[in-house]
Antibody
C-alpha cells in the first residue's frame, strides 16, 4: 500500500521560502495515472488545495497561490516537493502531501474519475521570526 | 474566485440518516466536477470516502453513499454511528484546478 511522508523545516521566517518534500513508498511515483498534490490546513480551518504535479512535470496550481508556488518531482528519489516563496504568518498551517489518482472501470478503458485517495500524516509549518 | 459551499454544521441521532451537500458558485454541480468526499477527525489527516460522485473506495463503510441532489453533490450517511462524528469535506475538480468546500462539522447526539 502506498504511503506518503512529508518532511522539512517546521519553522520558516517571514519573507523566506517554505520548502517541503514528500517521500512516496510502497510504489513508484512514476507508475500509473497519478498526480501528486499538496494541500494545507491552517489551525481550526478548512482544507486548501495548493497544487499538483504529474510525473511528466505538468503542473496545476491554485490561482490564488500560483505566483508563489513551485511543485517539482524527482522520480529517482520517489519524491516530490513544494516551494512557497515570500511567506507570511497566513501561510502557517499543516501541510499535507497526497496522491491524486485517476480511476478506471474494470475494462480499463472507461474513466470513472479522479480521486485524492492517499494522504501523508501532515507536517506543521509555522511562519514566525 | 470559485467557492464551494457546505453546511457549516449538522446534528444527527445515532442510527439516523443525514445528508451533507456541496454547492458550486459557478452553478449546478454535475458529474463532470467529479465530486470527492473526505472525513477528518481531530488531529488526523483526512480520509477519502467517495470519488466521482458516488464511487466508494475499498475502505469506505457501506453506510456512506454519494449522489447528485438538486444541483449539488451530496453525501448521505445511513445508520449513523457515534464514530461518524467528524468534519466532512467535499472537493470539486474545475478542469485541472481543485477546490475544497469549507467543511461540515457533523455531530452525533
Amino acid at each position: 500500500q502506498v504511503q506518503l511522508q512529508e518532511s522539512g523545516p517546521g519553522l520558516v521566517k517571514p519573507s523566506q521560502t517554505l520548502s517541503l518534500t514528500c517521500t512516496v513508498s510502497g510504489g513508484s511515483i512514476s507508475s500509473g495515472s497519478y498526480y501528486w498534490s499538496w494541500i494545507r490546513q491552517p489551525a481550526g480551518k478548512g482544507l486548501e488545495w495548493i497544487g499538483r504535479i504529474y510525473t511528466s512535470g505538468s503542473t496545476n496550481y491554485n490561482p490564488s497561490l500560483k505566483s508563489r508556488v513551485t511543485i517539482s518531482v524527482d522520480t529517482s528519489k520517489n519524491q516530490f516537493s513544494l516551494k512557497l516563496s515570500s511567506v507570511t504568518a497566513a501561510d502557517t498551517a499543516v501541510y499535507y502531501c497526497a496522491r491524486d489518482s485517476y480511476y478506471y472501470d474494470s475494462s480499463g478503458y472507461y474513466l470513472l474519475g479522479p480521486a485524492i485517495d492517499y494522504w501523508g500524516q501532515g507536517t506543521l509549518v509555522t511562519v514566525s521570526s | 474566485q470559485t467557492v464551494v459551499t457546505q453546511e457549516p454544521s449538522l446534528t444527527v441521532s445515532p442510527g439516523g440518516t443525514v445528508t451533507l451537500t456541496c454547492a458550486s458558485s459557478t452553478g449546478a454541480v454535475t458529474s463532470g466536477y467529479y465530486p470527492n468526499w473526505f472525513q477528518q477527525k481531530p488531529g488526523q489527516a483526512p480520509r477519502a470516502l467517495i470519488y466521482s460522485t458516488s464511487n466508494k473506495h475499498s475502505w469506505t463503510p457501506a453506510r456512506f453513499s454519494g449522489s447528485l441532489l438538486g444541483g449539488k453533490a451530496a453525501l448521505t450517511l445511513s445508520g449513523v454511528q457515534p464514530e461518524d462524528e467528524a468534519e466532512y469535506y467535499c472537493l470539486l475538480y474545475y478542469g485541472g484546478v481543485v477546490v475544497f468546500g469549507g467543511g461540515t462539522k457533523l455531530t452525533v447526539l
